[in-house]
């Protein structure tokens, strides 16, 4: 599973989850606002779009598609 952290609102945040979905990962992936948890927020607040792992491994923005395919082929 894969959490994308995000707020609404945010163009940026738009873009990450068009390339979630357009590397077929939106049905593994959930999106978790910032805005209901203090802990995200103090996180990510100026970090997000974020995108995690079960592991804990980042991906920050900005990224290419290639680069989230990278991502995941490197996950252990």
Same mark, same amino acid.
């Given at each position: ?15 990450? /989850? *068009? %390339? ?6 939106? *049905? ?11 802990? /995200? ?9 974020? %995108?995690?792992?079960? *592991?804990?491994?980042?991906?920050? /923005?900005?990224?290419? %598609?290639?680069?989230?395919?990278? /991502? ?5």
């Amino acid at each position: 599973m894969l959490t994308l952290f995000h707020t609404d609102g945010c163009h940026l945040c738009e873009q990450a /989850w *068009a %390339l979630v979905e357009e590397a077929g990962l939106a *049905a593994s992936t959930r999106q978790c606002d910032i805005l209901e948890d203090e802990q /995200w927020l103090a996180a990510y607040r100026v970090r997000i779009p974020v %995108l995690r792992d079960d *592991a804990g491994r980042e991906l920050g /923005w900005p990224f290419t %598609l290639a680069q989230l395919k990278g /991502w995941l082929a490197r996950q252990g």
